[in-house]
């Protein structure tokens, strides 16, 4: 008791704060108590089904993440525009073919983009807003193209 009466005539003496703030905050750290996040970062990792509790994703799987799905849509974009239209006719294939391989590359880089957001904002990634911009708007044109598929099936079948 004689200790903390001490300290306390000894903060008002000093005006200095007994609590060690920076020790308690990286043993905070270290032990991964959940970072402070803003409001859109809060309903992000709620739409994504990230636990709050859950320990940070490193930033190099993070990359890695980002790195496959790029690919991927790489893939897929040069699949459905450069092979489909060219290399289907080709080999006796009619058109009905192409807007089902469409869809279902298409489910495809939506999970990869999908994973790659969800490691993106577990690790507090610095461009994750970046990459969640960049995300919604191939997600977009992905939705649009299987439209345009399912419509093109629809004619077709």
Known sequence: MEDAAATL???????RCPIDHA???AEQARQGAPAERSLADQRMRRLLRIDPLAPKVSLVQANRAFERSVTVSAIRCI????LLPFVLPLIGLSG???????????????????????RFFGSDHPWRWVHAVIGAIILTVLAVSAVFDVLNIANVI
Do not use: W
């Open 9 to 15: 005539d000894a903060t008002e003496a000093g005006g």
């Open 23 to 25: 020790a308690i905050a």
């Open 79 to 82: 699949t459905t525009y450069l």
């Open 96 to 118: 009905a073919v192409g807007p089902f391989v469409s869809i279902a590359l298409s489910v495809v880089s939506v999970t990869f983009i999908t994973i790659s957001a969800r």
